[in-house]
């Protein structure tokens, strides 16, 4: 049976990190809501978010289907799939590690998100305006060298990967955090990828793998918008 994952069908976010991992692992599955037949579209997303009769309802999407285990929020769901498709390492101490890594990522993308949010996600990029300004340039100058730089040397210590010799979703999911901050902040995640050489060197490496490859020139990639949560306004990256 196929995993089901169900995101919203315009945006990257969050479940492309969920996305990546199926794709690299060759993983049979249905991205719901993108799909064009009477069983796709929103309507089963959100019939599942408000389902009475489930006692243990996703908060929000991305969530994942798998028979009848439904699983959200991105690093559980990778925490549930990384044994399943071969992406974690087998030990116990491994598989910890690798989800650490990812709420670590997953801090950072939060940090990416909240420079155009600062103050509201209910508010508009233009009401809070003052604010981003404000947080973006701590995010620039402060935080995005941090994150790389602690993935720097945690790649550093272990000989290019992130866990083990083998490719980890964590891996899969840095690859994705550094496409983001590219796209968002173009001037200062240049900067700082210039002092994070492995970082780079993994990011490109995951890139040529045969079946991201084909993913990446696929319509299956979403193109990044203002509308996700990696946002590029230039003026959040002076």
Do not use: C
């Amino acid at each position: 049976m196929a995993y089901e994952l169900h995101y919203w069908p315009m945006i990257q976010g969050r479940g492309e990190f969920v996305r990546l991992s199926l794709e690299d692992a060759g993983a049979d599955y249905v991205d719901v809501a993108r799909q064009d037949d009477e069983a796709g579209g929103i309507e089963p997303m959100q019939g599942r978010l408000s389902d009475p009769e489930n006692p243990r309802p996703p908060f929000a999407p991305p969530f994942l289907r798998d028979g009848d285990v439904f699983v959200a929020q991105t690093s559980a769901i990778l925490l549930y799939l990384g044994p399943r498709l071969g992406l974690v390492g087998a030990s116990e101490r491994d598989r910890i590690w690798t989800h650490q890594l990812q709420l670590t990522i997953a801090d950072a993308v939060d940090e990416a998100h909240d420079s155009h949010h600062p103050v509201g996600v209910g508010l508009y990029y233009a009401e809070q305006k003052p604010e981003a300004l404000r947080r973006a340039k701590g995010f620039r100058e402060e935080r995005i060298p941090k994150f790389l730089r602690y993935f720097e040397r945690v790649l550093t210590a272990n000989g290019g990967r992130l866990v083990g010799s083998d490719l980890s979703y964590a891996d899969l999911s840095l690859f994705q955090l550094v496409e983001g901050l590219r796209y968002a902040f173009p001037k200062a995640a240049g900067a700082a990828l210039r002092d994070t050489p492995r970082v780079v060197r993994l990011h490109d490496a995951v890139a040529q793998r045969p079946r991201i490859a084909a993913y990446l020139a696929s319509e299956r990639r979403i193109p990044f918008s203002e509308d996700g949560v990696f946002r590029h306004y230039p003026e959040l990256d002076a």
